[in-house]
């Protein structure tokens, strides 16, 4: 299975479009995971167009997202339990409201965002994954997003890195 997982598009203040790195990779995915700030519900709409789209509100998005999606959510998929959040809610490090938003929790993958700093690292046998974003890349060097597979009840992951020309 492939999962393209994405978060912070802010479209279409970011962005007028989703850049062609992401739409090349979205042509064959299996699933989308979103983790928030998408700005307005027509990214949803055109993810849709895509692959089954799961995702949560971040902190930027209006109320009728935040009162559709939630902001935290477990995703099963290929028999792996994904926790999808933003980050935002908390006191401590995006990564550590993440992290804690699962406590207790049995999860594969801890899937997060609002900092659009990708991250990717285990902890506890738990992947905790960043994608960064795709259109605003704030003060990283590239604009960035990830994508999973999986196979056989494992899960890989890996960031796609590109400039926008």
Not at 42 to 65: F, M, Q, R
Not at 128 to 139: A, E, H, K, Q, V
Request: hydrophobic residues 40%; negative net charge.
């Amino acid at each position: 299975m492939k999962i393209i997982v994405i978060s912070d598009t802010h479209l279409p203040r970011r962005a007028r479009k989703l850049p062609d790195p992401l739409v090349e990779a979205l042509s064959d995915a299996d699933l989308i995971l979103h983790a928030g700030d998408w700005s307005d519900w027509s990214v949803h709409k055109l993810l849709s167009a895509y692959a089954p789209v799961e995702g949560v509100a971040g902190n930027t998005d209006p109320p009728e997202i935040g009162q559709k999606l939630g902001f935290s959510r477990i995703v099963e998929a290929d028999g792996l339990r994904l926790g999808l959040v933003h980050g935002h809610l908390g006191s401590k490090s995006t990564e550590q409201n993440a992290i804690h938003t699962f406590a207790g929790q049995q999860v594969d993958a801890v899937i997060f965002g609002h900092s659009h700093i990708p991250v990717m690292h285990t902890v506890n046998d738990v992947l905790i994954f960043n994608p960064g974003s795709p259109t605003d890349r704030r003060f990283q060097p590239q604009y960035s997003f990830g994508i999973m597979t999986t196979h056989l009840g494992k899960l890989q992951a890996e960031h796609v890195f590109y400039d926008v020309k």
